[in-house]
Each structure stands twice: as C-alpha cells, then as structure tokens.
C-alpha cells in the first residue's frame, strides 16, 4: 500500500496545478511532464498526420457514444450544404456580411464592419508585417523532414515584459511573446529577446557627429543571466562574459536567504528547467536592465501548430508604442539628446539628424556653441 501510494505522488508531482487560483502554477519539471503527457495520451492524440474522414468519424461516434447510424444522421443535418444560405453556384466572400442579416451575431457583425468603413483607416505597414508573418507560420510545412517538429515535441509560450522602472512604470503588456519549443536553449531565448538599451551606442559625439560608432552595448557587455526557481544561469559563450549573479549570490548568503545555485545558459534546454506557469522570472543584461519573464502556456505541439522548427523561436506579439519625435519639426524621429545646450528648448533635448545639424553646426560642420550630444535609438524602433 506504501509503495503504490509513492508511485501515485510521483506520477502527478510533475503535472501544474495551482499554487496561488488563476495566477500560478506550483513548481514542476518540464521534460517530465511531457513525458507524462506522452504516457496518457493515445499517440493519435500528440500525432502531426492528419486523420482520413473515416477513421475520424468512427473515432468522434466511439467518444460521443453514438451509433454509425446517428453519426450519419448528424453529418447530413449539419453538413455545410445544409446551411448554405447562397445559391451553390455563387461563391460568396466570408469577410463580407450580406445587406440584410437575420441573424443577431451577423446584424452585430454588419455594425462594427460599417462602423469600420466610415473611418477609413487603412492598415499601416506594422499590420501588414503581422498579417504576412502570420500567413508564412501558421499551420507552416517545412520542406525537408529534417526541418520538421518531432512529434512529442513540447512548445512554450513566453512573455517577455519591458524593463521595470521605479520612476514610471506604465508598461503591463508584455513586450513580446514568443513560441519555443523545448529543445531550444536559454542563450537562443535570451537572443530572441529585443531590447533596446543593447543597440545603445556609447559615447559623447558632438565634436564628431559624423564618426560610425565601433559597437553597439550588446557587442561590448555581452553577459547575461536568466533566473528560474533559485538558479541563474549565465551565459558564456563569449570570453568578455562575466559572472553577474556572484554579487547577488555573495549578497544573500551574507543576510542569511536561502542559497542559490548557478547553470550555464547555453547547455541548459527549456525542458531541462523546473518552473512555474504564470510565475514572474528574471532576464537581466546590460548590467542592470531587468525584464520579467513569465511561462504562460507548456504543451504538445499538434498538426495545426506551425512544424516547420527553422520559424522557432517564433514571434507571436509585439507591443507597438509611439515614437518620440524632435523637438523641433515634431516629424521625424529622434536621432540626438543634447546636454547643456544653451540652444534647445529644454536640458534634456532631442533632435532629428536634420535639426540637429541645422541647429549645432555651420556650412562646414563646425561646432556652434558648447553642448554635450549623445546618439538616442527609440523604443519604436522595434514597431
């Protein structure tokens, strides 16, 4: 009896279930729950081939517990050629709601539609990325069979927040979601991941505006931690990296917390990682640009889901925000903040390249008065 009741705790201690109602899960294993997944579900359940009418018919009559005779009768009353409302020669398009509806969800249907009109808003070019991006994933064929999903494979939704901010903190939609599977890596995770402080070019260039930066942030602090469940993994795959979750580690030992422990990024799979669903986790890089992470969805892939493993991580949202314009001309975006500018409306200032060149220099690119100029990349740059 002993030994039947541990076998029982040890089948369901990797399967989620709440820690805190609608928010969390309780901690568990992510290969290991596949696993378990795999153990109960019939292989036609987790299977990318599609099931012929036959078989799928005999399948849905055995779950409904229904005869072939019923199933027949049902198949036949609602088919969709008995539903037509249009001639069976006439091809109507389904984003359109006919003139005069009838039915209640259709007259709703038909408001929002000429409402839309009457605005006469076309799509921008953000919307017409997504629309492209979700026509080339989903449902996506590979070419070859080495490019395709395993079956069993496991895939993980991930949000990824922008960085806190104690100032001001408006932000509570993720930055953006992300689809991975979970032979991915964390180091894949964490260069999937955008940020804009890793594009910041250092430096003071108003007696060089014309000078091409060397590098970039990310190209200069290239270490990185991720942390899950009471260990940081960090990355090291460059020798510049350095180890920034010592400090943390070396901090909490000295005020008695519980002890960490540390992993490599790259060697650590997102199936080899025991978290929680829904729990906030940390991405820090550049020093001290913290994001929350957070799991919201751990699964099987099915045959609806885009197979083709060349597309992961794949880039299901992305929060769009405003651009922030010049000072000046309010039209193009911002290119410089200048510093103890006698010259700008106010300290800090941005200007466009435009502007700022108009306004800073003479003929001959010389320097007009005493500012101190920093290159500026905008957050929208990511739209």
Same mark, same amino acid.
């Given at each position: ?21 609608? *928010? ?7 290969? #290991? ?15 990318? /081939? ?29 088919? *969709? ?9 006439? /091809? ?36 017409? @990325? ?31 927040? @922008? ?37 910041? *070019? ?20 290239? #270490? ?68 929350? *992470? ?17 597309? @992961? ?8 925000? #405003? ?37 800073? @220099? ?22």
């Amino acid at each position: 009896m002993a030994a039947a009741s541990k076998q029982n705790t040890d089948s369901t201690v990797n399967i989620p279930d709440y820690e805190e109602t609608n *928010v969390n899960s309780k901690p568990f294993h992510v290969d #290991s729950f596949r696993n378990e997944w795999l153990r109960r579900l019939k292989p036609g359940d987790w299977s990318h /081939q599609h099931e012929d009418e036959d078989t799928f018919d005999a399948n849905f009559a055995e779950d409904m517990g229904v005869s072939a005779e019923t199933m027949a009768e049902l198949k036949a009353v609602c088919s *969709v050629d008995s539903l037509r409302c249009h001639p069976k020669d006439q /091809q109507p398009d389904t984003d359109v709601v006919p003139p005069d509806p009838r039915l209640s969800t259709l007259i709703q249907r038909k408001k929002k539609q000429d409402y839309r009109a009457s605005l006469k808003i076309t799509k921008n070019r953000h919307d017409l @990325y997504a629309d492209e991006l979700e026509r080339l994933t989903v449902g996506g064929q590979p070419e070859t069979e080495e490019d395709k999903l395993p079956e069993g494979e496991v895939i993980l939704t991930i949000n990824v927040y @922008y960085p806190a901010s104690f100032a001001k903190f408006n932000y509570i939609r993720p930055h953006t979601s992300l689809l991975m599977t979970g032979s991915h890596t964390l180091a894949e995770l964490r260069d999937a991941i955008c940020c804009v402080s890793d594009l910041q *070019v250092l430096g003071e260039f108003s007696g060089t505006p014309d000078m091409a930066p060397d590098f970039i942030s990310k190209e200069l602090y290239k #270490s990185a931690f991720f942390f899950f469940e009471g260990v940081f993994y960090n990355d090291t795959r460059f020798p510049e990296c350095k180890d920034m979750s010592m400090t943390i580690i070396e901090w909490a030992k000295a005020r008695n917390f519980p002890p960490y422990s540390q992993a490599v990024m790259e060697d650590t799979r997102l199936v080899d990682l025991k978290l929680k669903v829904g729990f906030p986790y940390l991405y820090c890089h550049q020093g001290d640009c913290e994001h929350l *992470v957070i799991v919201t969805d751990v699964r099987l892939t099915h045959e609806t889901d885009c197979l083709n493993k060349k597309l @992961y991580p794949l880039l299901i949202h992305k929060h769009r925000i #405003s651009t922030q314009k010049c000072a000046v001309c309010h039209v193009f975006i911002g290119r410089w903040l200048t510093t103890k500018d006698r010259l700008a409306p106010s300290d800090p200032c941005l200007f466009c390249d435009k502007c700022f060149r108009m306004l800073h @220099y003479d003929a001959e690119g010389n320097k007009l008065g005493d500012f101190l100029a920093y290159s500026f990349v905008d957050r929208g740059a990511f739209n």
